[in-house]
């Protein structure tokens, strides 16, 4: 009869081994892995497993092939820092597939990779036509690095001419209902600013399932309550108006006046503020 006790604590003392083994070999175990890390976190786990449920196997074997089958991967990744050569036999090279538009067939054979392989990979990247590809290599891990053709690429601010301050990452501010207050002071904002915005979209705290304030200091909300509908935040929009207006004034008040001094000044400043709006739409807009 099996001994329910034992399989228990032999199984417990195998995966607390094993969390602390993974952990020590570090985070490309769960990541996408090379062969040799694909075939090590096999074995590890194999061996977790023999020695959870083989009663008849002495314990301290299955833990002395736990230890050695983690002793040496740990040897191979400090070597592999240090030696590129050693880094190409155990993880593997990359293979560049798509060189300016053009499959590269010898070196898909070489990786044993057919035409159908290649056209799921680039489906992923959302890329379509082969030809749009300027460079595509086949990482060691199996995935699939794409460059596009310039003319293919999406514009970006930079592209444009326009410089946006970096973002920062939203903050969530209230969570399962309740209200995170380490995030709001490092907004530099109170609770009393946030029910202030709650009760302008008309909702409840108890009924909001997670909210975020972004890098423009505008607060979103996720509810229990799916079918209510939220308004959009509108804050960047209506500044951007009111700027737009306040531009119009001044160059209204240019043609109006006659002072030429003063309508002077307000053509200058008609024309500052139109530079300014047009270095802020690209945000404003958003």
């Not at 008849?56 to 991967?73: D, K």
């Not at 423009?216 to 935040?233: A, C, H, M, R, S």
């Amino acid at each position: 009869m099996l001994n329910w006790g034992e399989i228990v604590l032999r199984s417990l003392g195998a995966v607390v081994m094993l969390f602390l083994l993974t952990r020590i070999l570090g985070k490309k175990q769960i990541s996408q892995l090379t062969f040799f890390e694909y075939i090590t976190g096999i074995t590890l786990g194999e061996l977790a497993g023999f020695i959870s449920t083989d009663m008849e196997a002495h314990y301290m074997n299955g833990v002395i092939a736990l230890l050695v089958w983690f002793t040496f991967p740990l040897l191979m990744e400090l070597l592999t820092l240090k030696s590129k050569k050693l880094r190409d036999l155990f993880e593997g090279k990359s293979t560049v597939v798509i060189k300016e538009g053009k499959i590269l067939e010898n070196n898909l054979k070489k990786e044993r990779y057919t035409s159908d392989d290649l056209l799921e990979q680039l489906r992923t990247k959302n890329v379509f036509n082969v030809a749009d590809v300027e460079f595509a290599l086949l990482e060691a891990s199996g995935d699939l690095s794409v460059l596009l053709k310039k003319d293919r690429q999406p514009v970006t601010p930079a592209d444009l001419g326009l410089k946006l301050d970096p973002g920062k990452e939203s903050q969530a501010v209230i969570m399962d209902g309740k209200i995170l207050d380490e995030p709001l002071s490092v907004l530099g904002l109170s609770r009393e600013w946030l029910q202030t915005e709650l009760e302008k979209i008309g909702v409840i705290r108890e009924n909001v399932f997670l909210g975020q304030v972004n890098s423009f200091g505008e607060l979103t909300v996720d509810l229990y309550d799916d079918k209510i509908k939220l308004p959009q935040p509108q804050q960047r929009k209506l500044l951007l108006a009111t700027l737009k207006k306040c531009e119009a004034d001044l160059a209204l008040f240019g043609l109006s006046s006659k002072d030429k001094e003063a309508q002077k000044m307000y053509e200058q400043s008609s024309k500052q503020l139109e530079e300014v709006i047009g270095k802020l739409s690209a945000i404003l807009k958003q």
